[in-house]
């Protein structure tokens, strides 16, 4: 099992690494909670920004674009800076626990890596999960000058956004070995839930 | 110096990696003939282990830097050893 010298026996190599660093630290479990728990916060906040457009009367394509997309970066932002500052806290304490049981400095081994890995993986997971989400709710207002009417454009996103809710709702509903229309039904009301709240803004 | 052929080692572990990575690990390593993990005490977070290592050129370094890297701590080094041919600990009347 030692280090290859040929580029694909090293990408190999290191691919197997990273699968037995996220054995160890269970970096695939806790960055699929993130993902659908922040893509999810992504879909319903930026309903929220679709929706204040709306009522407000924003006629103008690009303004709702440019609050969209703001929020989407400060959604992205925030979630890089919490989850690194939260998950590096958590790891470091869970080391440091293993460390004095086991008296040894576990930094430099398997352990130490993985979860320093850990904390790069969910943190980008976290950032980048409801930036996405947040864009792809925006995309019928990135293509209103083809729609033409930005009636139809806040309409459509707030379909793209229920579709991405129901998305979200069977990609959970794959992880737990249900029925994921099922699931699919239960996230796309939330969606609906908060369109409706949003409509009772309407002056 | 006399090739070593036996060491059991006595190994605190954190539960992960798992016994089934470090057994086939150190297995790989050159002058390795074949290990053997038993654990003897679990705990919530470690375990400790008796790790049997059979080989006709064992090289105690390379074995320590293994168990260090997956987060193992070589408590005491229990039994061992080296030469020719395979001597077992002999049975006297005092034992």
């Given amino acids: 099992m030692g280090e290859s010298e040929d580029p694909r026996g090293r990408f190999a190599q290191r691919m197997d690494d990273v699968r037995e660093y996220s054995r160890i630290a269970s970096i695939a479990e806790i960055a699929r909670r993130y993902f659908a728990m922040n893509a999810f916060d992504g879909v319903l906040t930026t309903i929220g920004i679709v929706m204040g457009n709306y009522i407000s009367g924003v006629s103008d394509a690009d303004v709702a674009i440019r609050i969209g997309v703001a929020t989407s970066i400060s959604m992205g932002v925030s979630g890089l800076w919490g989850a690194y500052l939260t998950e590096a806290a958590e ?3 869970d080391l440091a626990e293993l460390e004095k049981i086991s008296l040894t400095n576990l930094g430099q081994t398997k352990i130490g890596r993985a979860s320093r890995l850990a904390v790069a993986v969910v943190a980008l997971v976290d950032g980048l999960a409801p930036f996405a989400a947040a864009l792809i709710v925006l995309i019928p207002l990135f293509v ?19 579709v991405t809710l129901f998305g979200l709702g069977m990609f959970l509903g794959h992880i737990s070995g249900r029925n994921l229309v099922g699931y699919g039904l239960r996230t796309i009301v939330a969606g609906i839930v908060a369109i409706a709240l949003g409509f009772l803004l309407e002056p | ?51 049997t290592v059979e080989g006709h050129d064992l090289r105690y370094k390379e074995i320590e830097s293994v168990i260090e890297e ?11 050893a080296a030469g020719r041919v395979l001597i077992e600990d002999v049975i006297t009347p005092q034992d």
């Fill in chain 1, 91 to 93: 790891r470091q304490r």
């Fill in chain 2, 1 to 51: 110096m006399g090739n070593l052929r036996r060491l059991v080692l006595d190994v605190l572990k954190p539960l992960e990696p798992s016994i089934v990575e470090l057994v086939q690990l150190l297995a790989d390593l050159e002058g390795v003939d074949g290990v053997n993990i038993s654990i003897y005490e679990i705990d919530r977070r470690v375990e400790n282990a008796k790790v």
């Fill in chain 1, 144 to 162: 209103a000058p083809l729609i033409g009417n930005i009636l139809i454009s806040y309409v459509l996103s707030l379909a793209v956004a229920l």
């Fill in chain 2, 70 to 80: 997956n987060g193992g701590a070589i408590h005491s080094i229990d039994e061992v």
